[in-house]
């Protein structure tokens, strides 16, 4: 067979012979633990869902040689609407795993002690709540992880950038500058 630089595969590309992971739904008895044997796209996604990207079809054998990527946008205009709305309406917003009170990860929470500590209000929302705003996000902000710190309506950055920005005395700055506008 050609090689298959980034040409779409559907579900029927796939032949017996090149061996590659059944797309049919996995139950608990027939799929062994860290496998993605069951992965089952959404149809919506076909046929546009996978890409190989600078993988020949006999490296398809292997589950570890390919890459694939997702096109599909999750960040609708609706999704977008909303996040600028969000974004907008505070000077302060921490999109974090968990809650102010209750943070789900270390780098939520040690954001949430950096905000707490210059006692400016902020808005904090909870992404471990709905994975279409968490998939959402890392569009709209260009940032693959979270938390995400946005000040007066601008994405800021993460966990490391935050608490460089506090060591070197920047967000301290920021944050006075936008609690005073």
Excluded at 11 to 23: D, E, G, I, K, L
Excluded at 120 to 148: A, H, M
Excluded at 157 to 178: H, N, R
Aim: hydrophobic letters at 40%; a positive charge; one cysteine or more.
């Amino acid at each position: 067979m050609a090689s298959l630089s980034s040409a779409t595969l559907a579900p029927t590309a796939f032949s017996s012979a090149a061996r590659a992971p059944s797309f049919a739904p996995r139950t608990a008895a027939s799929s062994p633990a860290n496998s993605f044997a069951g992965y089952r796209a959404p149809s919506s996604l076909w046929p546009r869902a996978l890409t190989a990207v600078g993988n020949p079809v006999p490296g398809l054998r292997s589950r570890t040689s390919g890459t694939f990527r997702c096109f599909a946008s999750v960040l609708t205009p609706q999704l977008k609407n909303t996040l600028d709305t969000v974004v907008n309406s505070h000077k302060v917003v921490l999109f974090m795993k968990g809650t102010r009170d209750f943070p789900q990860c270390g780098f939520s929470n040690t954001v949430v002690q950096i905000l707490k500590s210059f006692n400016v209000p902020f808005e904090t929302i909870d992404i471990l709540e709905n994975e279409l705003l968490r998939q959402g996000l890392k569009e709209y902000s260009s940032w693959p992880t979270f938390p995400q710190l946005y000040i007066e309506g601008e994405f800021f950055g993460g966990c490391d950038i935050t608490v460089e920005a506090y060591k070197s005395g920047e967000l301290q700055e920021l944050l006075e500058k936008a609690m005073c506008s």
